[in-house]
């Protein structure tokens, strides 16, 4: 009989992309792209791959997937991690620079008097 608190237990075989959250000795916690948070558990023969894992790193995994309602559990079968590849900081000499002078040449002081009509 179900009661108001209890869960119904889904095991399904899937993956998931997305992004740690956190990391434990022998876990860690992600994030896909709809939110939704899996805590992965890592085992033995995957450890040396998942050390270098920390908050940040984009990571795909696929194995058993646990869901009850509430939590969801995956146990890692298999693990890629995905490097970032670092952007360069944008400058002001990146900007595209407007193909007019709209100004004709004056000074922002200048062009707003002559746009009241001030006589200089």
Same mark, same amino acid.
């Given at each position: 009989m179900m009661t108001p608190n209890s869960h119904?237990? @889904?095991?399904?075989y899937g993956r998931v992309h997305g992004v740690v959250t956190r990391v434990y000795a022998h876990s860690f916690d992600m994030a896909d @792209?709809?939110?939704m948070t899996v805590h992965a558990l890592i085992p033995d023969r995957l450890a040396t791959m998942a050390r270098?894992?920390?908050k940040g790193s984009v990571v795909d995994v696929r194995g058993l997937i /646990? $869901?009850?309602g509430r939590q969801c559990i995956m146990r890692v079968e298999r693990?890629? @991690?995905?490097?970032? $590849?670092? $952007? @360069? /900081?944008?400058?002001?000499?990146d900007l595209p620079r407007p193909g007019f002078d709209f100004t004709g040449g004056l000074g922002s002081v200048a062009y707003v008097r002559q746009l009241r009509g001030y006589d200089e």
């Open positions: 119904k237990t @889904r095991r399904t @792209r709809d939110g270098g894992l920390g /646990t $869901h009850d693990l890629e @991690r995905f490097t970032s $590849h670092p $952007h @360069r /900081t944008v400058t002001a000499a």
